[in-house]
């Protein structure tokens, strides 16, 4: 076996770091360009940071723990800083965890939605979720899409929950419809490319 030197040693440790380090940045989301993503029957973003009193009530209600309180420090992780009254406020990091719009949990309502107890959050009913839950918009990158590189992939379109939001192309390429769109994040969150080829953004 080849000894390696002291000085190769570090050279190559140097190159893997530096490599790792590339990594990183290509997989972390480039979340600073998608805004702030709220919970569902979040009202405009004015009203909201004025009416929510950073109870985390919504949080703990829900099911698939989409919802965490927005901080520095979980901001940071996904390069996006909150801003004047965001501190403590709830947001969706779809990447992290997709909201399922409480479709696998009993009752009427979006469990969010039923414990605000400010309305910062508008109380909706699960049939109203694909009429009127807007959180953000999918947005597809073609480039990085397997489905639009000669390969076939569609596990976005399978885990879409909303009729229309997305319809199958040939080879299984996913065609958006953002007018359908509530953002949920269930496709991004599915994407199974690295980096993603899918990305949900506030809809401005």
């Known amino acids: 076996m080849k000894e390696v030197s002291r000085r190769e040693f570090l050279k190559n440790a140097a190159a893997t770091g530096a490599a790792l380090a590339a990594s990183a940045v290509l997989l972390r989301p480039a979340a600073a360009e998608t805004g702030v ?3 569902p029957g979040a009202v405009e973003q004015g009203e909201f940071l004025s009416r ?3 109870c985390g009530r ?5 099911p698939s723990q989409a919802i965490m309180m927005f901080t520095e420090a979980n901001g940071e992780k996904f390069s996006l800083k909150p801003g004047p009254g965001d501190d403590g406020t709830p ?3 779809p ?3 997709a909201c399922n719009l409480c479709q696998k949990v ?4 979006l469990r969010c939605t039923e414990v605000c107890p400010t309305g ?3 109380k909706l009913l699960k049939t109203e979720a694909a009429a009127k839950v807007k959180m953000g918009v999918a947005k597809l990158d073609k480039n990085l899409c397997y489905s639009y590189n000669s390969k076939t992939c569609g596990v976005c379109i399978r885990a879409c929950p909303i009729p229309g939001a997305m319809k199958t ?3 299984e390429r996913p065609i958006f419809d953002e007018s359908f769109c509530v953002g949920c994040g269930l496709c991004e969150r599915s994407c199974i490319r690295y980096p993603q080829a899918i990305m949900v953004v506030a809809r401005v």
């Open 37 to 39: 993503i709220r919970p």
């Open 52 to 54: 929510c009193i950073r």
């Open 58 to 62: 919504c949080g703990d209600a829900c």
């Open 91 to 93: 947001i969706v990091f």
């Open 95 to 97: 990447r992290q965890q």
């Open 106 to 109: 009993s009752g009427e309502y």
């Open 120 to 122: 910062a959050l508008t």
């Open 169 to 171: 192309g040939p080879g």
